[in-house]
Nanobody, 112 residues
């Protein structure tokens, strides 16, 4: 059974950092690209970051320079390191891979 499980969300103050993890099972992880998306209350889900199978990365302009996506193929896990967090980063964060596979999401709240 294919499964993506996100973790690492929480409440953080503006300017703080969080690292999200997404553990994959049931797929050949090293052969799959991975994405992070987010959905804020009342808004559509938006793409945040992408990492290809050889590790090339792309970011949405809104997070470029603050977020870093990485992968550990030995652990079947993709990460999203989020620094200099802003209140507008508050959202449920989802990981995604090819074939339309999504995790259940993890809540990130940036507030003082």
């Amino acid at each position: 059974q294919v499964q993506l499980v996100e973790s690492g969300g929480g409440l953080v103050q503006p300017g703080g950092s969080l690292r999200l993890s997404c553990a994959a099972s049931g797929i050949i992880f090293s052969a799959n690209y991975m994405n992070w998306y987010r959905q804020a209350p009342g808004k559509e889900r938006e793409w945040v970051a992408h990492i290809s199978t050889p590790g090339l990365t792309n970011y949405a302009d809104s997070v470029k320079g603050r977020f870093t996506i990485s992968r550990d193929n030995a652990k079947n896990t993709v990460y999203l390191q989020m620094n200099s967090l802003k209140p507008e980063d508050t959202a449920v964060y989802y990981c995604n891979t090819q074939g339309g596979i999504w995790g259940q999401g993890t809540q990130v709240t940036v507030s003082s």
